[in-house]
């Protein structure tokens, strides 16, 4: 069974850090184009950053450019989204997204429909 499940989300202060992790199992990650995508309360899904399954080609929404930094460990079949100067607008609820869709060979992007796998989410608040 594909699978992916997020972690490391919680409280945090405004301009501080945190790291989301994205482990895979069933499937290989580095095989599949990933992606980050937010909900916040009564607001739509946002597309946040993604990378190609070669790890060459990479988007980040002008939203968290700068901020937010995508890295993967291919040994532990994992991915991370590293967070800084974390804003209260940035509290949502992270997913951690794959695609296996042929259409999305070496390429990404922001759009949650050409994703097929979806973590359960894991909540980051910003508030002091």
């Known amino acids: 069974q594909l699978r992916l499940v997020e972690s490391g989300g919680g409280l945090v202060q405004p301009g501080g850090s945190l790291r989301l992790s994205c482990t895979a199992s069933?499937?290989?990650?580095?095989?599949?184009?990933i992606a980050w995508f937010r909900q916040a309360t009564g607001k739509e899904r946002e597309g946040l950053s993604c990378?190609?399954?070669?790890?060459?080609?990479?988007i980040y929404a002008d939203s968290v450019k700068g901020r937010f930094t995508m890295s993967r460990d291919g040994g532990k079949n994992m991915e991370y989204l590293e967070m800084s100067n974390l804003k209260p607008e940035d509290t949502a609820v992270y997913y951690c997204?794959?695609?296996?869709?042929?259409?999305?060979?070496?390429?990404?992007?922001?759009?949650?429909?050409?994703?097929?796998?979806w973590g359960q989410g894991t909540q980051v608040t910003v508030s002091s």
């Open positions: 997204v794959a695609s296996s869709y042929r259409k999305m060979d070496n390429l990404c992007d922001l759009s949650d429909d050409n994703y097929n796998y």
């Open positions: 069933g499937f290989t990650l580095r095989h599949y184009s």
């Open positions: 990378i190609s399954s070669s790890g060459e080609f990479s």
